[in-house]
């Protein structure tokens, strides 16, 4: 048999960029230094006059969508995102955050470490994106018929909660009341869109199943209807909560380390399984 | 009406570990492993390691092979996109623990690095069931081509930048010198490079060397993965310690004019 001989090993000579590419943010150099920016505009706007004239969501709006939202839009975002600001002190992101405060961690490092969490896929950044391409693909269908199948399909061998799709299930064994309500006031505003209100429907019909709306579920139901592209969307949904991560962090950089439990010696029980 | 909340209701307050944990007084257990009597000088830290990631202690062998295979994986060229991010840490004066974190993290990609070990030993174990199945390696890969407008994107197959893969002709040397022979997976994959080579210039890559040998030591897709979770780490610090080394905001500086801007022209707000 003859010795294989390997393919040498040759650049592609890709053809990369010589600049890279924006179309969000345009930066005027000064006349003395190339390296110093005189004036910078998003999307065509001046940010001096942004600030002056306009609010912080209109101009994270105008950020990802390229152009600045209506009254509408704008007050259905707001209030999105006062709704998800903090996902409370028992989220894992959330306790990462505190972890790392009362750990002594270099505070900088807070928000980064909970937001990686806050990445996971269960009720978090991670379903987003697919629960975006759900309301896509199924909110011109008919939602009760939808919920009575996917409900009826329930797995026997189910640990923990049960997501029955993408942004939907079980909170602990319930319906999460707090994502609900944050639905029903999000769905009486005039920007409330398709979406939501196929999702309202949706959880409706899921309720008798004791499933109902995720946090996730209701961000990816807003942000598709306000046009946002869903690889967009789980870095906004980290970007929302990511104030009430590192409040939590933070409160507990000062404390000593006994300020959080640790679980006791007779409390941590090794059980080895045969993996 | 109460709802059942026992699964719950179980796990406060306790943790049921089934990979161990440091009794205080008696010692440190991984796996039923005393750390400090069993594994400690002992065992090399990869064996560990893989300890960790999967519940079971590999031979040293295979030990020196994945040690291999990192140094193989984890460069300090800061043009490799984790690597870069290294280097930016360093230039923006981040602590290397932030830096090297944030470069790891960023392997977590569909293009290179851990990202890819998943869909890569997917792969070969499907085009091996396939096989056995009947089909022969030339189908196989014309219905993979079909899938992608007739382009051999395989994963474990053809890498970026370059063709051809210097690493895979390493680790062959060092799995003959550990003295591992070709199992199924890698003999498949052995088949379907010499065709990719034959037919588009293409071959095996390292990550696809990898996915095969370890499918054949039966691991799986996800416990590879967590096996090569730092996979990048030293190259990233490498480029780390390169900047940080430099004046701060001297890596790879851009002008305002180097940003090639498309977006709207200037405008009035309405």
Known sequence: ?275 | MSKNTAPWDEQRNTIHSTKGGWVVGKGVFNHGYSMMDDLVGKTSYIQVMVLNATGRLPQRKLADWLEAIHICLSWPDPRIWCNTIGALGGTARTSPVAATAAGILANDSKMYGAGTGIDSLNFIQWALSEKQRGLSTGEIIKNECAKHRGKPNIMGFARPIAKGDERVVAMQRVQKELGFPIGQHQALANEIDAILQRNFSESINIGGYISAFLADQHYTANEVCRIFSILVSSGVTACYTDTIKKPAGTFLPIKCSDIDYQGKPPRELP
Not at chain 1, 30 to 54: F, T, V, W
Not at chain 1, 154 to 166: F, H, L, S
Request: aromatic letters at 10%.
């Open chain 1, 1 to 275: 048999m003859t010795k294989k001989i390997p393919l040498p090993v040759t650049s592609r000579n890709e053809s990369f960029t010589e600049r890279t590419v924006t179309k969000i943010w345009q930066e005027r150099p000064s006349q003395e230094n190339p390296y110093i920016a005189e004036s910078a505009r998003c999307h065509g706007y001046d940010l001096h006059e942004l600030m002056e004239k306009r609010s912080f969501i209109d101009v994270l709006y105008l950020l990802f969508r390229s152009e600045l939202p209506s009254i509408e839009e704008s007050k259905i975002l707001e209030q999105l995102m006062i709704g998800l600001i903090n996902p409370g002190p028992r989220h894992p992101a959330t306790r990462a955050a505190m972890n790392a405060g009362v750990g002594k961690t270099d505070p900088l490092h807070i928000l980064p470490i909970a937001l990686t969490i806050y990445g996971g896929n269960a009720n978090a950044a991670g379903s987003i994106e697919a629960t975006m391409r759900f309301f896509r693909k199924h909110r011109n269908s008919d939602p009760t018929q939808l919920a009575n199948e996917l409900a009826s399909n329930r797995p026997m061998d189910i640990e923990g909660d049960w997501q029955v799709a993408p942004g939907f299930g079980s909170s602990y064994g319930g319906i999460d009341i707090m994502a609900s309500k944050l639905a029903a006031q999000l769905s009486t505003l005039d920007g409330c869109g398709p979406s939501l209100t196929w999702g309202m429907k949706f959880a409706e019909n899921l309720s008798q199943y004791q499933l109902g709306w995720y946090h996730s579920g209701v961000a990816a139901a807003v942000l598709s209807d306000l046009g946002f592209q869903p690889r967009v969307c789980g870095g906004l949904f980290q970007m929302f909560a990511s104030p009430g991560l590192f409040a939590h962090g933070v409160e507990l950089a000062n404390k000593p380390r006994t300020a959080m439990p640790y679980v006791k010696d007779e409390n941590y029980l090794i059980e080895y399984e045969n993996e």
